[in-house]
């Protein structure tokens, strides 16, 4: 099994017409993922690499049956993409983009409350059921059909953490990225439930980063409800407090946020963090006891 998507995700991509859209379109397309709409406001009506494109999202889902979007839209109109994905009923909205303002997404958050849309974003590289659907711009081929869980608020740590997962002979069930900036939709916790009650996942690596209070929330909730060995890493221990580093939300302010108030909670409720981003395939086995 897997969470949030599998091989019978049904795929609107949001931004088609553009560069970046385009172009993951294809990738996530080659991987096996069933691509079966775009929505680009004003070009409904034509083809783009054999997808029909719609000018909204509810006509897509009405023509296609659509189940999950991925959102390409520029900063912009990124979060009035969101509220469409929302407001059209679908079971999941990744967005991918980059550098939405904070007020923007206040209003997302508030605009889902009530709805029944699972929200992974914004600024995040997506979610991959390996071998079956690809929903975002990590590279597939580091991935392998398994049974551990990724989750993680960096890009490129993700994809470090599953080469060496894949490299120490452990595949994942699904990765999620849940992104970097201050407000997001779904969080650590909200993954780590799936995770939870998934049969065939088996352990779970988390991946966090300084700045909020996201990880130790985590911690407390793995000490209290998790049934399933857990390995984490937190990037920024080197960091000097009130830089932002990478991400918006990657910033310790008032105090809060360090790294080292992180591991130890994470260790203090029976988390194993690895000591270096070198090492973090051997954190999992030992987590697992293997």
């Given at each position: 099994?897997?969470?949030?998507?599998?091989?019978e995700?049904?795929?609107?991509?949001?931004?088609?017409?553009g560069?970046?859209?385009?172009?993951?379109?294809?990738?996530?397309?080659?991987?096996g993922s069933?691509?079966v709409?775009?929505?680009t406001?004003?070009?409904?009506?034509i083809?783009i690499?054999?997808?029909p494109v719609?000018?909204?999202?509810?006509e897509?889902v009405?023509?296609?049956?659509?189940?999950?979007?991925?959102?390409?839209?520029?900063p912009?109109?990124?979060?009035?993409?969101?509220?469409?994905?929302?407001d059209?009923?679908?079971?999941?909205a990744?967005?991918?983009?980059?550098?939405?303002?904070?007020?923007?997404?206040?209003?997302?958050?508030?605009?889902q409350?009530?709805?029944n849309?699972?929200?992974?974003?914004?600024?995040?590289?997506?979610?991959i059921?390996?071998?079956?659907?690809?929903l975002g711009?990590?590279?597939g081929?580091?991935?392998r059909?398994?049974k551990?869980g990724?989750?993680?608020?960096?890009?490129?740590?993700?994809?470090e953490?599953?080469?060496?997962l894949?490299?120490?002979?452990?595949g994942?069930?699904?990765?999620?990225?849940?992104?970097?900036?201050?407000?997001?939709?779904?969080?650590?916790?909200?993954?780590?439930q799936?995770?939870?009650?998934d049969?065939?996942?088996?352990g779970?690596?988390?991946?966090?980063e300084?700045?909020g209070?996201?990880?130790?929330?985590?911690?407390?909730?793995?000490?209290?409800?998790?049934?399933?060995?857990?390995?984490?890493?937190?990037?920024?221990v080197?960091?000097p407090?009130?830089?932002?580093?990478?991400?918006?939300?990657?910033?310790?302010?008032g105090?809060?946020?360090?790294?080292?108030?992180k591991?130890?909670?994470?260790?203090?409720?029976?988390?194993?963090?690895s000591?270096?981003?070198t090492?973090?395939?051997?954190?999992?086995?030992?987590?697992?006891?293997?």
């Amino acid at each position: 099994m897997s969470i949030l998507i599998n091989k019978e995700s049904r795929i609107l991509v949001q931004g088609i017409t553009g560069r970046s859209g385009l172009f993951h379109t294809r990738q996530c397309r080659d991987y096996g993922s069933e691509i079966v709409a775009g929505v680009t406001p004003g070009r409904g009506g034509i083809h783009i690499e054999g997808i029909p494109v719609f000018n909204t999202v509810a006509e897509a889902v009405h023509y296609t049956r659509a189940t999950v979007s991925m959102i390409f839209v520029p900063p912009p109109a990124a979060a009035d993409a969101v509220m469409e994905a929302c407001d059209a009923g679908l079971e999941l909205a990744v967005c991918i983009t980059e550098g939405i303002p904070i007020r923007d997404m206040v209003l997302v958050r508030r605009y889902q409350e009530g709805s029944n849309t699972r929200l992974i974003g914004p600024n995040c590289p997506g979610v991959i059921t390996p071998g079956e659907c690809k929903l975002g711009i990590m590279p597939g081929y580091i991935h392998r059909k398994g049974k551990i869980g990724v989750v993680s608020r960096s890009g490129t740590l993700t994809y470090e953490a599953v080469k060496q997962l894949t490299d120490s002979g452990l595949g994942q069930s699904t990765c999620v990225g849940i992104g970097g900036d201050p407000i997001i939709g779904m969080k650590f916790i909200d993954v780590l439930q799936l995770f939870n009650d998934d049969p065939d996942t088996e352990g779970v690596f988390m991946i966090g980063e300084i700045g909020g209070g996201a990880e130790e929330d985590a911690a407390v909730w793995i000490r209290d409800n998790m049934n399933k060995p857990v390995a984490a890493f937190i990037a920024g221990v080197t960091a000097p407090p009130g830089k932002r580093m990478g991400h918006a939300g990657a910033i310790i302010t008032g105090g809060k946020g360090r790294a080292e108030d992180k591991i130890r909670t994470l260790e203090e409720c029976g988390v194993t963090v690895s000591s270096s981003p070198t090492r973090m395939g051997e954190a999992m086995l030992t987590a697992l006891g293997v």
